[in-house]
C-alpha cells in the first residue's frame, strides 16, 4: 500500500498538517485554498494555531446548475458533449477529497437530470447524455451514498425495469446509461412491498404469459453479471439488494445460489467471456454474504466454501479473480461467526490530535482499557480453520490487490474470535515475516499486523515480537540480479508505523520509541524509492502528533517534510545532516549507511552513501574514526565488488571528512585515525592489483573508486610522500588513461573526471620539491610531462583525451618550464586531429587543457614563454583558439564540431580575463576584434544552446569591468544595444529575445560579416520558432536602412562576399540561398531592380552558375527559387535568367523540372512585365499542360517553344567529349 500521498491527506490518512502548524513550515501557504480553519489553543510552550485545510462548500453550484440546464441544447453535437462532459468532470474532481460537500445538493442534481430523461420524447442521445452525467457525479460521491438520491417508489420499479430491458450490452458508447440504471434498479428494489403484488395478472391480452418482475430482474442481474464493463460491478450491487429482500429470498436465494456455484463450477479463466462471468458470479456471493443476514446463509457458507476449494481459484492467473476468490473466503468466515465486538481488545480510548499537541503539563489519560465483558463460550465450526488458512496464503499473493484484500479479512475475522484463537492468528501472522519467505509475503505480513493494530487486535504485549519484526521490514531489500525488491515492504512497515500511532496509547509504545523513529527517519532520509521516503514521513509525523513522545519529532516533522524529502541528494546530503545533530539519531543512521547502502546495488546510492558519512563526520568523529572506518577497511578489500565500490569511496569521504575536522584541532590526520587504519588505508592499492581486481566490469568500479581515494588522501595530506604507494597510485592513473577505450561507454566520462581530479590532488602533494617547497621534483616532472606529451600522439582516442586533460590538471609548478613543450603538443594534437577529420573529443579537450595551462603558468609580459604567458607566445594560443571557433565538423553524431567551438569560447573567456587583469598591454587589438567578431557569428546561429553560450560569454566580456577588456571595437554601441539590465534579463536560448539584439550588430561594420554569416544558418535553418524570429528580426533591419543607400549598399557587399567565400561550403550554401530567396521576396532590394543591369544581380547569376550544375537537389531547388526572384531585375540579364530556368526544364531530375515549372508559373503570375501580353497566355497554359515529368527528350519541343515566346536563345545539346 502507498502511504505517500493519499493517506497523508486529512485525519483519515493521519496527517496532523504539521507543515501547516506553526513549527516552521510554510506548506499551507503555497496551497490554493477556498478556505482554512484554525483553532487556537493555548499550551505552556505558547500559542498553537492548528490549520485545517478544507473546502467550505460546493462553490460551483451556479456553474453545475447551468451545465445541465444546457444538456437539450448540446447533446446533439459530439463535440458539445464531450465538451460539456469536460467542463463537469473538471469542477467536481475539485471535491474529490471532501466529496461530503456535495450531499446537500445532490438531490437537485439528480432530479434536474431524470427530468428530461423521463421524457417520453426525449432523444436518445440527450438519454444517454443524462446518465453519463449521473455517472460522472456518481463517481465523485461514490455509489453508495449517491444511489440513494435516486426515486424509489414503488411506481419507479416498472419504469426503470422497462429502460434497463431497451438497452443493449453490447453497446460501449453507452455502458454508463446501464451502470446507473442498474444502481437505480437496485435502489427499488428497496421497496418493502412483496414484489408478486405489483405482477397482477400475468396473462396479456393475446393469451401470452407475462414474466413477473421479480424473475425479469434476476434475469438482469444475471446477464449483467457477465458483461465486460462495469455494469458487472452495478449488477453485483443488485444482487446484494435484490436477493436480501425476504420475498425473493424464500423463493430464489437457493437457486440463485445454485446458478452462480454451477457457473463457477463449469468455468474455466481462459477466456475473456469465462473470466468476466467468474468475476461477476464471485463479486455477487460477496456482495450478497457482506449484506445478507447470517441466519439466511449460515446454512448455504459450507457449500459455497467447498464449490471454492475444489475450484482451486487461488492458483488462477488472474489476480482480479484470486482477489474476489480471497473476499468471498472471508465474507464466509464472518458467516461463521456471530458479529460481535471482541471484548478482549485493545481500546485506546481518546485519539484527538489536538489533546496530544496541547498536553504538554499533565499526563493522557490511561488508554489501555481492557473490556470488562466476559468472553461469550460457543463453538467455533471447523471450517473457519480452513478460512483463515486461505486468508493466510492470501497474505503470499503474488499480487498486492489480493494480499491487501486477505490482510483486512484476517483483521475482520480475528476481531470475531475468542482471545486465545485471535492470539495463534497473530502468531500465524509474525510467521511470515521469515527471511525465508519472499518480499510478497512480508508485504502481506506488514498489511496484515497494520490491520490488526487498527482494530485493536494486536494486544500490547505482542509489540514485544512484533517492533522488532516492522523495524526488520523498514529496512527490508533484497537484491535480485542487477536491482532489488523490496521497496512495496518497507512501505508497508510504514504504514504499520502509522497505524500503531493511531492505535496505541502512548505509555504502551514508549519503550519502543527510539527504535521506531530512528528506522523511521532513517527512511525519510535514506530510501532509494521517493514513495518509501515520503510515507516514512507521513508515518513520522503521525506518531509525533498521535503519541507526542518522538525525540524532537515537531523540528524533524517540519523539516523532512512531504516536499523536502521528494529530493533524494537533498535527503542524503541536507537533511541528514539536521536530523543526525541530535544525539538520539546519530548513531543508527551512521550505522544503517554502513551496514545497509554503502553494497547497494544502486551506484548513485553508494556514491551519495559515501558523500553523507564525509557531511555526518563532524557530528561524531570519534565514533566514525574508531568504530567506522576499520569496518569499511575491511569491507574495501572483500569479495563483494558492489560492497567493495561503496567501501572505498567511503573510506576516501570519511578520511577526508576527519582531516578538516582536524584543521580546526591543529590535528593531523595520522593522530586522528588509528595507525592501522593509515596502513589499510594504504595497503588497499596493492591488495586490488594483487587479486586483479582492476580488470573488467569490476575495475570500471574499481578504478574511479580508487582514483577518489587517491584525491581524498592526497587532500588529507597522508605522510606518505616517500612511500612506494605513491608509484603505485601513479600507474593507477596512468594505466587508466591508457586503457579508457576498453571501458563501457557509460562509465568513460565519471572515470575521466575521477582521474584528473585524482592527479591533480597527487601532483600538489606529492610532487613538490622536498628542499624548496613550491618547486617541483624536476625528474618527475620530466617524467610527467614527456609521458603525457608522448601520449598525445597515441592511436586511440580517449588515451589522447586523457592525456590532454592530465596535462591541463597539472599543477603550475609542474608546467613551470614546460610551457612551451605543453602548449606545442597540444597544438599539435589539435591540428592533427582536425587534418584527420576525426576525434572531436580530443580537439576539445586540447582546447580545454591550452586554457587551463595558461591558467595554471600565469601571465607576465616580458616572461620566459617557456615559464608563463607572455607576448611571445599569446598570438599562438590565441591562434588556437581562434582557428576553433571556426570547427564545423559533421559526423553520424550531428554537429560534433560544436564541442569543439563551445570549448574554444569558454577558453577565450577564461585566457582573456587572465592577460586583461595581469598584463593587458600583451593583448591585440586584432586578437581581440576577431574574438568578439567570432562570439557575435555563434550568437547569431540556430543551435540554442550555443548561441546561448556565446551571447552569454559576448555580454560578459564586454561589461567586464575589473578591469575592462581593451580594444573591443564599437564598444560605446554595443554597450547602448546590450545595457547592464538587458544582459541581466536576456535569454540567449529564446530565439525571440536573442534575434532583435545580434541583427543589430549588422549596423556595425566590423560585425557586420561575421554576423550575417551567423545568421544564414538560423534564417535558412529547418527550426519554424528560429527561421521566423531571425528573418523577422533580419528583415526589421533591411527595412530600417532602405533609405541609406551607403549602408543597403555596404550590405550587399557583405552579402556578396559570403556568398563567394562559401560557395563550396555546403552547410552555408544552401541557407545561404534560402535566405536570399526571401529577402528578395520582401522587396529588400526594390531599389537595385530598377537600374537596368544592376551588378549585384549580375554577380549574383553568375555564383549561381556553379550551383545550377551541382547534383545536390536541395541546392538545385534553391536555386530555382532564387533564379524566379532575380527576374524582377530589369535588362539583358532577365533574359539570362530565363534561360537558366528553361535549362533547368530539361533536367535530368524529375523533381528540378517540375519545381522549375512550377515555379515558373507562379513567377510570370507575380511579375506580368516578364512576358508579351500577347504570349502570356500561350505560355502558362504550356507551362501548366505539359507534363513534366516526362522523359527530358520529349520536353526539347514544348521547351524550345517557350524559349521562342520568351525570346531566350534555344540551348543546343553539347557532346560530351570522349573518355
Known amino acids: 500500500m502507498d502511504l505517500s500521498k493519499s493517506q497523508i491527506d486529512g485525519d483519515k490518512g493521519g496527517n496532523m498538517i504539521l507543515g501547516e502548524i506553526g513549527y516552521g513550515s510554510d506548506e499551507a501557504s503555497k496551497m490554493d485554498l477556498t478556505g482554512t480553519e484554525e483553532i487556537g489553543c493555548s499550551g505552556d510552550t505558547g500559542d498553537v494555531v492548528l490549520k485545517t485545510c478544507v473546502l467550505e462548500g460546493f462553490n460551483e453550484k451556479d456553474m453545475t446548475q447551468a451545465l445541465i440546464a444546457s444538456l437539450p441544447e448540446v447533446h446533439g453535437e459530439l463535440a458539445s458533449r464531450e465538451s460539456t462532459t469536460e467542463k463537469l468532470l473538471v469542477t467536481l474532481n475539485l471535491y474529490r477529497d471532501q466529496p461530503h460537500l456535495l450531499d446537500p445538493h445532490l438531490e437537485w442534481m439528480v432530479n434536474m437530470i431524470l427530468e428530461f430523461v423521463r421524457k417520453e420524447d426525449c432523444p436518445s442521445s440527450l438519454f444517454h447524455l443524462g446518465f453519463k452525467f449521473l455517472y460522472v457525479i456518481c463517481q465523485v460521491r461514490g455509489y453508495k451514498i449517491f444511489m440513494r438520491r435516486f426515486p424509489h417508489e414503488v411506481a419507479d420499479i416498472q419504469p426503470v425495469l422497462d429502460l434497463l430491458s431497451s438497452q443493449d450490452p453490447t453497446d460501449t458508447e453507452t455502458w454508463e446509461t446501464r451502470y446507473m440504471l442498474l444502481l437505480w434498479l437496485s435502489m427499488t428494489c428497496l421497496t418493502p412491498f412483496d414484489l408478486s403484488r405489483l405482477d397482477g395478472h400475468l396473462e396479456s391480452e393475446c393469451g401470452q404469459a407475462r414474466v413477473a418482475i421479480m424473475d425479469r430482474i434476476l434475469a438482469i442481474a444475471k446477464s449483467y453479471l457477465a458483461v465486460r464493463d462495469s455494469s458487472r460491478d452495478a449488477a453485483s450491487v443488485l444482487v446484494s439488494k435484490f436477493m436480501t429482500r425476504p420475498d425473493v429470498q424464500k423463493k430464489c436465494l437457493g437457486d440463485f445460489l445454485d446458478w452462480s456455484l454451477r457457473t463457477i463450477s463449469q468455468t474455466n479463466d481462459q477466456s475473456v467471456h469465462s473470466i468476466m462471468l467468474l468475476d461477476g458470479s464471485l463479486q455477487a456471493l460477496a456482495t450478497l454474504f457482506k449484506h445478507g443476514k447470517r441466519d439466511d446463509l449460515l446454512q448455504h457458507a459450507p457449500t459455497v466454501l467447498q464449490c471454492l476449494e475444489q475450484k482451486h481459484l487461488s492458483e488462477s492467473s488472474e489476480a482480479t479473480l484470486r482477489k474476489l476468490n480471497v473476499k468471498l473466503i472471508q465474507r464466509l468466515g464472518l458467516t461463521y461467526l456471530k458479529p460481535r465486538l471482541a471484548p478482549w481488545r485493545y481500546q485506546r480510548g481518546s485519539r484527538s490530535i489536538t489533546s496530544t499537541l496541547l498536553t504538554n503539563t499533565h499526563s493522557a489519560e490511561p488508554g489501555a482499557v481492557k473490556g470488562t465483558q466476559a468472553e461469550e463460550d460457543y463453538d467455533i465450526p471447523e471450517e473457519l480453520e480452513t478460512v483463515i488458512e486461505h486468508l493466510l496464503v492470501g497474505l503470499k499473493d503474488k499480487e498486492t490487490i489480493v494480499r491487501w484484500s486477505a490482510a483486512k479479512g484476517v483483521g475482520r475475522v480475528t476481531g470475531r474470535l475468542p482471545k486465545e484463537l485471535a492470539d495463534e492468528v497473530v502468531a500465524s501472522v509474525l510467521d511470515c515475516f521469515s527471511f525465508q519467505e519472499t518480499d510478497n509475503t512480508w508485504h502481506g505480513g506488514c498489511l496484515a499486523l497494520a490491520e490488526l493494530g487498527r482494530r485493536g487486535l494486536l494486544l500490547p504485549s505482542r509489540l514485544t515480537d512484533v517492533v522488532p519484526l516492522i523495524i526488520k521490514s523498514l529496512t527490508y531489500d533484497e537484491k535480485r540480479g542487477a536491482?532489488?525488491?523490496?521497496?512495496?515492504?518497507?512501505?508497508?512497515?510504514?504504514?504499520?508505523?502509522?497505524?500503531?500511532?493511531?492505535?496505541?496509547?502512548?505509555?504502551?509504545?514508549?519503550?519502543?520509541?527510539?527504535?521506531?523513529?530512528?528506522?523511521?527517519?532513517?527512511?525519510?532520509?535514506?530510501?532509494?524509492?521517493?514513495?518509501?521516503?515520503?510515507?516514512?514521513?507521513?508515518?513520522?509525523?503521525?506518531?509525533?502528533?498521535?503519541?507526542?513522545?518522538?525525540?524532537?519529532?515537531?523540528?524533524?516533522?517540519?523539516?523532512?517534510?512531504?516536499?523536502?524529502?521528494?529530493?533524494?541528494?537533498?535527503?542524503?546530503?541536507?537533511?541528514?545532516?539536521?536530523?543526525?545533530?541530535?544525539?538520539?539519531?546519530?548513531?543508527?543512521?551512521?550505522?544503517?549507511?554502513?551496514?545497509?547502502?554503502?553494497?547497494?546495488?544502486?551506484?548513485?546510492?553508494?556514491?551519495?552513501?559515501?558523500?553523507?558519512?564525509?557531511?555526518?563526520?563532524?557530528?561524531?568523529?570519534?565514533?566514525?574514526?574508531?568504530?567506522?572506518?576499520?569496518?569499511?577497511?575491511?569491507?574495501?578489500?572483500?569479495?563483494?565488488?558492489?560492497?567493495?565500490?561503496?567501501?572505498?569511496?567511503?573510506?576516501?569521504?570519511?578520511?577526508?571528512?576527519?582531516?578538516?575536522?582536524?584543521?580546526?584541532?591543529?590535528?593531523?590526520?595520522?593522530?586522528?585515525?588509528?595507525?592501522?587504519?593509515?596502513?589499510?588505508?594504504?595497503?588497499?592499492?596493492?591488495?586490488l592489483q594483487d587479486k586483479k581486481q582492476y580488470r573488467g566490469y569490476g575495475g570500471e568500479l574499481m578504478r574511479p573508486a580508487m582514483c577518489r581515494l587517491i584525491e581524498k588522501l592526497s587532500l588529507s595530506k597522508m605522510p606518505f610522500k616517500t612511500d612506494p604507494v605513491i608509484t603505485g597510485w601513479q600507474w593507477l592513473i596512468d594505466d587508466t588513461i591508457k586503457t579508457l577505450h576498453l571501458v563501457s561507454s557509460g562509465a568513460k566520462d565519471s572515470i575521466m573526471a575521477a582521474v584528473v581530479c585524482a592527479l591533480t590532488a597527487l601532483c600538489e602533494e606529492y610532487y613538490q620539491d622536498q628542499d624548496q617547497p613550491g618547486q617541483a621534483d624536476s625528474e618527475k616532472q620530466s617524467v610527467l610531462v614527456s609521458q603525457y606529451i608522448d601520449e598525445l600522439k597515441s592511436q586511440q582516442m580517449l588515451?589522447?583525451?586523457?592525456?590532454?586533460?592530465?596535462?591541463?590538471?597539472?599543477?603550475?609548478?609542474?608546467?613551470?618550464?614546460?610551457?612551451?613543450?605543453?602548449?606545442?603538443?597540444?597544438?599539435?594534437?589539435?591540428?592533427?586531429?582536425?587534418?584527420?577529420?576525426?576525434?572531436?573529443?580530443?580537439?576539445?579537450?586540447?582546447?580545454?587543457?591550452?586554457?587551463?595551462?595558461?591558467?595554471?603558468?600565469?601571465?607576465?609580459?616580458?616572461g620566459p614563454p617557456s615559464s608563463v604567458l607572455c607576448s611571445d607566445n599569446i598570438a599562438e594560443v590565441y591562434g588556437v583558439l581562434l582557428d576553433s571557433m571556426d570547427d564545423y565538423s559533421m559526423d553520424s553524431r550531428g554537429d560534433v564540431g560544436a564541442w569543439v567551438r563551445e570549448a574554444a569560447m569558454s577558453s577565450l573567456k577564461d585566457v582573456t580575463i587572465l592577460v586583461i587583469r595581469t598584463a593587458p598591454e600583451i593583448l591585440l587589438p586584432e586578437q581581440v576584434k576577431c574574438m568578439m567578431c567570432g562570439l557575435a557569428r555563434q550568437a547569431a546561429e540556430k543551435i540554442d544552446r550555443y548561441r546561448a553560450h556565446a551571447g552569454n560569454i559576448f555580454t560578459q566580456l564586454l561589461h567586464c569591468s575589473d578591469p575592462a577588456v581593451p580594444h573591443i571595437p564599437h564598444q560605446e554601441e554595443l554597450l547602448s544595444i546590450f545595457p547592464p539590465e538587458v544582459k541581466a534579463s536576456l535569454n540567449w536560448n529564446a530565439p525571440s529575445q536573442a534575434f532583435p539584439l545580434i541583427t543589430q550588430l549588422l549596423g556595425l561594420p566590423e560585425y557586420q560579416y561575421h554576423t550575417l554569416l551567423g545568421l544564414t544558418v538560423s534564417v535558412g535553418g529547418m527550426t519554424q520558432s528560429t527561421v521566423l524570429s531571425s528573418s523577422q528580426s533580419m528583415f526589421d533591419y533591411l527595412r530600417g536602412i532602405q533609405d541609406d543607400h551607403a549602408a543597403l549598399a555596404h550590405f550587399r557587399d557583405t552579402l556578396l562576399k559570403i556568398f563567394r567565400d562559401n560557395v563550396r561550403n555546403d552547410r552555408i550554401v544552401l541557407p545561404f540561398l534560402k535566405m536570399l530567396n526571401q529577402m528578395l521576396s520582401n522587396g529588400s532590394f526594390d531599389i537595385f531592380t530598377t537600374e537596368e543591369?544592376?551588378?549585384?544581380?549580375?554577380?549574383?547569376?553568375?555564383?549561381?552558375?556553379?550551383?545550377?550544375?551541382?547534383?545536390?537537389?536541395?541546392?538545385?531547388?534553391?536555386?530555382?527559387?532564387?533564379?524566379?526572384?532575380?527576374?524582377?531585375?530589369?535588362?539583358?540579364?532577365?533574359?539570362?535568367?530565363?534561360?537558366?530556368?528553361?535549362?533547368?526544364?530539361?533536367?535530368?531530375?524529375?523533381?528540378?523540372?517540375?519545381?522549375?515549372?512550377?515555379?515558373?508559373?507562379?513567377?510570370l503570375l507575380t511579375y506580368d512585365d516578364v512576358v508579351d501580353l500577347e504570349v502570356l497566355d500561350d505560355v502558362m497554359t504550356l507551362l501548366s499542360d505539359t507534363d513534366w515529368e516526362s522523359d527530358p527528350a520529349t520536353l526539347r519541343t514544348p521547351r524550345n517553344q517557350l524559349c521562342d515566346w520568351l525570346g531566350v536563345p534555344r540551348p543546343r545539346l553539347v557532346a560530351k567529349k570522349p573518355a
Open 483 to 687: 536491482c532489488s525488491i523490496g521497496s512495496n515492504v518497507r512501505d508497508a512497515a510504514c504504514y504499520v508505523c502509522w497505524s500503531f500511532a493511531r492505535a496505541y496509547d502512548p505509555k504502551e509504545l514508549k519503550p519502543f520509541v527510539n527504535q521506531i523513529a530512528s528506522s523511521l527517519l532513517i527512511v525519510t532520509v535514506f530510501d532509494r524509492d521517493v514513495s518509501c521516503r515520503r510515507a516514512a514521513s507521513a508515518a513520522f509525523q503521525e506518531n509525533v502528533g498521535r503519541q507526542g513522545t518522538f525525540p524532537h519529532g515537531i523540528d524533524i516533522a517540519t523539516t523532512a517534510d512531504y516536499h523536502a524529502v521528494g529530493n533524494r541528494n537533498n535527503c542524503y546530503l541536507n537533511t541528514s545532516v539536521y536530523i543526525a545533530s541530535f544525539p538520539e539519531y546519530t548513531k543508527a543512521m551512521i550505522d544503517h549507511l554502513v551496514a545497509m547502502k554503502i553494497n547497494h546495488w544502486d551506484s548513485a546510492i553508494r556514491e551519495l552513501t559515501s558523500k553523507a558519512l564525509h557531511n555526518l563526520t563532524p557530528e561524531d568523529p570519534d565514533y566514525m574514526a574508531t568504530s567506522v572506518l576499520p569496518r569499511l577497511l575491511h569491507m574495501a578489500v572483500a569479495p563483494d565488488l558492489h560492497g567493495r565500490h561503496g567501501a572505498i569511496l567511503a573510506c576516501a569521504e570519511v578520511t577526508h571528512a576527519l582531516s578538516r575536522l582536524g584543521l580546526h584541532t591543529n590535528r593531523s590526520v595520522v593522530e586522528i585515525i588509528p595507525s592501522e587504519c593509515v596502513e589499510a588505508l594504504k595497503d588497499i592499492h596493492q591488495k
Open 799 to 862: 588515451t589522447r583525451c586523457g592525456s590532454a586533460l592530465a596535462l591541463g590538471c597539472l599543477p603550475s609548478f609542474l608546467i613551470h618550464g614546460k610551457l612551451k613543450q605543453v602548449l606545442e603538443g597540444l597544438r599539435w594534437m589539435h591540428a592533427a586531429c582536425q587534418s584527420e577529420g576525426r576525434f572531436p573529443e580530443a580537439r576539445r579537450d586540447a582546447i580545454r587543457a591550452v586554457a587551463q595551462v595558461c591558467i595554471k603558468a600565469g601571465v607576465c609580459a616580458s
Open 1093 to 1163: 543591369n544592376h551588378q549585384f544581380c549580375v554577380d549574383l547569376l553568375a555564383l549561381c552558375e556553379g550551383i545550377r550544375r551541382s547534383k545536390d537537389v536541395s541546392k538545385l531547388r534553391a536555386c530555382v527559387s532564387v533564379y524566379c526572384g532575380l527576374i524582377q531585375f530589369q535588362g539583358d540579364v532577365r533574359k539570362k535568367i530565363l534561360s537558366q530556368l528553361l535549362m533547368l526544364l530539361c533536367h535530368s531530375f524529375l523533381v528540378i523540372r517540375t519545381t522549375t515549372a512550377s515555379q515558373m508559373y507562379e513567377m
